[in-house]
């Protein structure tokens, strides 16, 4: 095998320079273009469980305590 010549060594170290460039660009860029559907399965797990503890809260926050019976029992104010 023949030795390469200094255009050629150019070239080659040029083209791979880019080409590692190209790869970095395309890696920060990727989680943009491409989500990840791990992640928004996540994000919409995290919102169900948000609005399911604020119906939860907003129900019991309307439970009002019974004068006159016992402390467990509790009827809903409407």
Do not use: W
Not at 11 to 19: E, G, I, N, Y
Not at 23 to 52: D, H, I, S, Y
């Amino acid at each position: 095998m023949r030795p390469l010549t200094i255009v050629q060594r150019d070239r080659l170290t040029s083209r791979l320079f880019m080409l590692c460039a190209a790869g970095c660009v395309f890696t920060v860029a990727a989680p943009t273009l491409f989500p990840c559907p791990a992640l928004e399965k996540k994000k919409q797990r995290q919102l169900n469980e948000q609005q399911a503890l604020a119906t939860h809260d907003n129900f019991y926050a309307k439970r009002t305590p019974v004068p006159g019976r016992p402390s467990g029992t509790v009827v809903t104010s409407e």
